[in-house]
């Protein structure tokens, strides 16, 4: 399916997998927005799309706040029309994500960000998609949303799973107004997120993991497959994957 004249909404947007991401629909014919908490890395990376001839539109965003994704979204809509494509894919994580260093304040702002944001996104556009009676939506989980990973913490692991059973949730009620939804699963991306691991990976590392780009290219495949066609859920990994060959670092007691 062509996206050439269609919206994409991304979240995320300035770094990882949601520049990759937006990069890869808008190079697919997309008009893409990009969101993001920092504005002046959303204009670089914009500029460089739109340098290239691509459509890339930028509006600062903190998705936890919801008050302000429904601003955002008035205001693509008001512009465009229609919101064709939203990928979520604002998501983070806390150095102190395990039971005995744990806060309130890291649990809320994972929960906050990973899975409110989600909610927030989704609630907004789904008026319009409904209208519209066509509607992509591609969340990005992760691993640790259909696995039990020790590694991520306990509120990083809640909040993906939880994306995956509200992603499943628009398919339930949406299917009949035209509306697909995907949650897309990840293992580990070689993205800025690694920074904030308790015991970051080295170098050699992230060169074996999943690339942003080869997110970029998922995201795209999804966009451009049918509408009559729904990928409820996809499971990526690294062929070289730390999780089967066991070299994890193990969270200290």
């Not at 894919?89 to 960000?113: C, H, K, M």
Request: with cysteine; charged share 20%.
């Amino acid at each position: 399916m062509s996206l050439n004249g269609k919206v994409a909404w991304v979240t995320g947007a300035g770094t990882g997998i949601g520049l990759a991401g937006a990069t890869a629909l808008a190079e697919a014919g997309a008009t893409v927005v990009m969101s993001g908490r920092r504005g002046d890395v959303l204009e670089h990376e914009a500029g460089t799309l739109r340098k290239t001839g691509l459509k890339a539109e930028v509006e600062p965003l903190d998705v936890s706040d919801g008050t302000a994704v429904h601003r955002v979204a008035h205001a693509v809509l008001e512009r465009h029309g229609r919101v064709d494509i939203l990928v979520n894919s604002a998501g983070l994580n806390v150095p102190n994500r395990y039971w005995r260093n744990q806060t309130f304040e890291g649990w809320d702002e994972i929960i906050g960000v990973n899975l409110d944001g989600s909610f927030y996104t989704v609630f907004a556009v789904l008026p319009a998609m409904r209208t519209q009676r066509d509607g992509l939506i591609i969340n990005v989980s992760s691993w640790a949303g259909v696995h039990h990973s020790q590694l991520t913490g306990a509120a990083y692991n809640a909040s993906k799973h939880a994306v995956v059973a509200m992603t499943e949730t628009i398919n339930m009620e949406e299917c009949v107004n035209g509306i697909r939804a995907c949650a897309l699963c990840p293992a580990e991306v070689a993205t800025p997120i690694m920074d904030r691991r308790p015991v970051p990976p080295s170098a050699e590392d992230r060169a074996r993991m999943l690339q942003p780009g080869d997110l970029g290219r998922t995201i795209r495949f999804i966009a451009e497959l049918p509408a009559s066609a729904c990928v409820n859920q996809l499971i990526i990994s690294p062929t070289w994957n730390r999780l089967y060959v066991g070299g994890l670092e193990k969270p200290k007691s």
